[in-house]
């Protein structure tokens, strides 16, 4: 055996001149071979072509190897034999920096280690006297790459994958795109649309982390604070470019398991999976009627209380009625508008009185015309700007010009909890829906603080209120994870497209960690013409068979937006938009105990087939299809028709609306969907089924 070895060093020593690391080489051979035969430990051979780094099965991991090519440094990651993730090759490079306004990447590699567990790799670059130094650490089910440039000063470090290597791509969450992404567009799988998406950030409104997984079983985790700016298959390339806005080292993690919802799994388990549900059991039941789309800013309190009393009158109702934007005096003033709202107080009393929960709007950002403003500034509760003026910083959004509350502040803090709760109790108020964001990257953080630290304390300040069943929308940070709150969706139009888009992004939301997910307002909003009658039942529909219902639109008459007019509805679409939220309500048992399974493994509520599927090939492009845990598989009409195609994967299928059973795999073509008609199919055996199919077959 010694011999062997001694000659495979001198070999590879002929065939690899440039790289010139016998000893190195050597030394992982020779404790290979002097090892017992039942020890599995990670190994790095090489070839005339580059490099294996092997990590071998164990105990619930597949294991995987990572072959390194060293004519041009490339990264191929592979499981039992079969690639499932590569890099790019070619112009575009694996290891990616932009220095001096150019994009430059790393070529052939120079020089490489294996020792204690770390595969040090050295790269030349395409810029003149740079160099690429890489870290792979591997453990038993996913690696670790960090690396950086030496020899040049970058603004920007990113990964290159060629998307075609691993199949299909997920993940990412709310997705802006060429086609209007996230407001109408949500591809599902991203790959199969573009996205284009710069400043992908902590501070973004949008719902995203910085995680990406496949239908191969691998994933990848950009471990980063800073922005980024994300692309997958921008304009059809076949590419995900993943770069950092930083010159720091870049640091990965890329995930290698059997089947996707293990990848996903991984990740929960460095984010860590939610302790609690901010929601309960009453605001999974029954909807929430917020008066944003029914009115967008021309709300008043005559206006809300006949929205009311006209919900309560058709049999439509929920737990909470909430007011949504454009009831201050001014934004950050935390007064009523005098004019608008005469009598909060008697308006309050009446929508308890129709039997809901009262709830209100509200924002850390304080417009520069606001009462408050100066107070603010002069006490130092502002954010301050990053431009090291000595300013507040100031950010534009759609009401005005406003500093915005710095939460890592305790006074400036103290100071916005205080005046939130003296409003609460003045008008019994019962709840709130934060909006905006916490932090703006035109903003300098509190000393000592992170722009990812205002996603934790904008999660601790919301924790201490009761957000009626909208949640709100921090991400990116562990705190958010772990802390359970709703996810409602960025703002969609008003048709067809969105509506799919609103399926689609929730499962985008709930496989990046956020499993307790609701829609836009149903029908949409977006200040778009009102939904048609079939788009607003269709969505009331969908929502039915998902974790929450968060409705808007009143399905007896609405105003229109773009015109003035008002639009009042029929009977029927009244009649179908109730049966669905009784349809939910029925179904709410069944839920909280996905909600509590949920709590108990950090597994979405609502999910895709293929996590519960994994080998139906077919299951990983279906975007209008969900499972609502391990036995409801949902698939409402989405489109414009009245019929659909439904495909079932392998089991025994209760299908609710025929009465009939069906055995997967199959697909259903031609199913018959008119307006009333909401396809839905339960799993026989599965947890849960019984307790299901019998709450859907009811009414």
């Known amino acids: 055996m010694r011999r062997r070895t001694r000659g495979l060093t001198a070999l590879l020593a002929a065939y690899l001149p440039t790289l010139a690391l016998p ?83 790393a070529t052939r590699v120079t020089g490489w280690s294996w020792k204690d567990g770390v595969l040090a790799l050295t790269a030349d670059t395409t810029a003149a006297g740079a160099t690429v130094r890489a870290r792979v650490t591997p453990s038993a089910d996913r690696y670790q ?138 605001q999974y039941a029954r909807p929430v009627w917020n008066s944003w789309a029914q009115f967008y800013t021309r709300v008043d309190q005559a206006g809300l209380v006949d929205y009311a009393r006209d919900l309560h009158a058709a049999g439509l109702t929920g737990h909470t009625l909430q007011l949504d934007d454009k009831w201050e005096s001014d934004y950050g003033n935390m007064t009523f508008d005098a004019a608008a709202y005469p009598d909060p107080r008697a308006m309050s009393r009446t929508i308890h009185g129709l039997g809901f929960d009262f709830g209100l709007w509200v924002t850390l950002w304080i417009n520069l015309t606001s009462d408050s403003y100066q107070y603010a500034a002069d006490h130092g509760y502002l954010l301050q700007d990053a431009a090291g003026t000595g300013r507040p910083c100031t950010v534009t959004w759609w009401n005005g010009t406003a500093g915005i509350v710095d939460l890592a502040d305790p006074d400036a803090r103290a100071w916005y909890t205080g005046r939130l709760r003296t409003l609460m109790g003045d008008y019994g108020i019962d709840g709130l829906k934060f909006d905006t964001r916490f932090f703006d990257d035109k903003c300098a953080p509190h000393e000592g603080y992170r722009p990812t630290d205002y996603q934790r304390l904008g999660a601790e300040l919301a924790d201490e209120f009761d957000l009626q069943g909208v949640g709100i929308r921090v991400h990116w940070d562990a705190a958010a994870h772990r802390a359970g709150f709703v996810t409602r969706q960025v703002d969609k139009g008003t048709g067809w497209d969105s509506l799919r888009a609103s399926v689609t992004q929730n499962l985008a939301l709930s496989t990046i960690g956020y499993p307790f997910v609701t829609t836009d307002m149903i029908g949409g909003s977006s200040t778009q013409p ?21 409705s808007s639109t009143s399905p007896v008459d609405t105003v229109d937006v773009t015109t003035g007019r008002k639009v009042t509805y029929d009977q029927e679409t009244a009649d179908l938009y109730r049966a669905a939220a009784a349809r939910h309500e029925r179904l709410a048992p069944y839920i909280w105990d996905q909600v509590q399974r949920t709590l108990r493994t950090g597994d979405p509520v609502m999910r895709p087939l293929f996590f519960d599927f994994p080998r139906d090939t077919a299951a990983y492009t279906v975007a209008d299809e969900w499972m609502l845990g391990p036995a409801v598989l949902a698939a409402p009409q989405l489109a414009d028709r009245t ?10 299928w209760h299908d609710v609306h025929r009465g009939t059973v069906v055995r ?36």
């Open 145 to 282: 790459l960090d690396w950086q440039v030496e020899g040049a000063t970058p603004d920007r470090l990113g990964l290159a994958y060629d998307l075609a290597s691993a199949g299909h791509w997920y993940g990412h969450g709310e997705a802006q795109t060429p086609k209007g992404g996230p407001y109408t567009d949500q591809p599902w799988p991203l790959d199969s649309g573009e996205v284009t998406h710069p400043a992908f950030g902590p501070a973004s409104y949008h719902m995203i982390d910085p995680f990406w997984f496949t239908a191969s079983a691998a994933g990848l985790r950009v471990d980063t604070g800073q922005l980024m700016d994300v692309a997958l298959n921008e304009g059809g390339d076949g590419l995900g470019r993943f770069d950092v806005r930083s010159a720091d080292p870049y640091r990965a993690t890329v995930f290698v398991e059997s089947a996707p919802l293990e990848v996903y799994r991984d990740y929960v388990g460095i984010m860590g999976k939610p302790a609690r549900s901010d929601a309960t059991y009453e």
């Open 23 to 105: 000893a190195v080489l050597t030394a992982p051979v020779q404790a290979a071979a002097a090892a017992p035969a039942a020890v599995r430990a990670p190994r790095v051979t090489a070839s005339a072509d580059g490099l294996t780094l092997t990590v071998p099965p164990s105990a619930g991991a597949p294991g995987y190897a990572v072959d390194v090519t060293t004519a041009q440094l490339r990264l191929t990651t592979s499981r039992s034999g079969a690639g499932v993730l590569a890099t790019a090759g070619g112009g575009t490079g694996a290891l990616r920096f932009r220095a001096d306004g150019a994009w430059q990447h």
């Open 643 to 652: 019929a659909r195609t439904v495909h079932l994967p392998a089991g025994r």
């Open 530 to 550: 009102a939904p048609t009658k079939q788009v607003l039942v269709r969505w009331a529909q969908s929502a039915a068979l998902q974790p929450l219902m968060y």
């Open 664 to 699: 997967g795999p199959r697909t259903l073509t031609g199913y018959a969907t008119p307006l009333g008609v909401t396809p839905v199919f339960v799993r026989s055996g599965a947890p849960g089924a019984d307790k299901a199919l019998r709450a859907l077959r009811e009414g």
